[in-house]
């Protein structure tokens, strides 16, 4: 339990709640459905995007047989795949898992529809802005936020681990000097005679980019020029770096 709400406050603060709850909002009024996310105690994680009055209404009047009901698609998200469930009195419910770090971490539940030619009437539907959609709309609808949920599967503990393991390869001298790893690279091949637009191709960064971070190596040491910087760090950046090259402009 401790080690779920840990996943889900980490993937909130990598998202983004504000973020999160703007998405939220502008697909549920784009697609006239209700939505929110939930974790896997089906308790909420943000605030009811056009809230559908008729289950509430529902709700209200048949209170156990809701919950009941809940409680089994519950289960059912437990197994971490998006499904389609059409409640007792006719709202169509969608769920669409939502991985990070390859966990299954929460769930976002869309509800607010009906299938045509259902249990509530044409009345009802217009009364309640229930949105009448075909299965098949609705299964193109699943179908897009779970490829747009998949989107937020990134493994930020292993990029995390990674970079602790690349800051290791640091000299302690340039640790002391404050350089960072992405500083270390730019140093290590001005020390091999490159050109800041032979790095920046090397590094898949713009040359522009290459010429901060000489700018900023320059600033921490009280240094001059290139040639100081080379000179200070030649003996520690001669020889071929250890690690792989990284493409993340830092």
């Not at 709400?5 to 939220?24: A, D, N, P, Y």
Request: aromatic share 10%.
């Amino acid at each position: 339990m401790r080690k779920q709400k840990k996943l889900i406050r980490t993937w909130l603060q990598f998202v983004g709640k504000e973020k999160l709850q703007t998405f939220q909002d502008n697909f549920a009024k784009a697609h006239g459905v209700s939505m929110i996310f939930l974790d896997l105690d089906g308790q909420p994680v943000t605030v009811w995007s056009n809230n559908n009055l008729f289950c509430f209404t529902v709700e209200k009047n048949h209170s156990l047989r809701c919950l009941e009901n809940f409680q089994n698609d519950l289960a059912t998200m437990l197994h971490g795949k998006p499904f389609i469930h059409v409640c007792p009195f006719g709202l169509t419910c969608l769920y669409v898992p939502v991985y990070f770090n390859h966990c299954l971490t929460a769930f976002l539940a869309v509800g607010g529809m009906t299938y045509p030619n259902k249990m509530i009437p044409g009345s009802l539907q217009e009364r309640f802005h229930i949105t009448g959609y075909r299965k098949e709309k609705a299964d193109e609808i699943m179908q897009l936020l779970d490829s747009l949920m998949r989107l937020l599967n990134t493994n930020v503990l292993w990029k995390t681990e990674k970079m602790s393991k690349r800051q290791n390869f640091l000299p302690a001298s340039m640790q002391e000097d404050g350089i960072s790893m992405r500083e270390y690279e730019v140093i290590r091949l001005l020390c091999r005679g490159y050109s800041n637009k032979e790095i920046g191709k090397k590094l898949f960064i713009g040359e522009t980019t290459v010429k901060t971070h000489v700018s900023n190596v320059l600033t921490k040491l009280n240094l001059k020029g290139r040639m100081q910087i080379i000179a200070r760090y030649y003996d520690k950046c001669g020889m071929p770096d250890p690690i792989d090259d990284d493409n993340d402009d830092n």
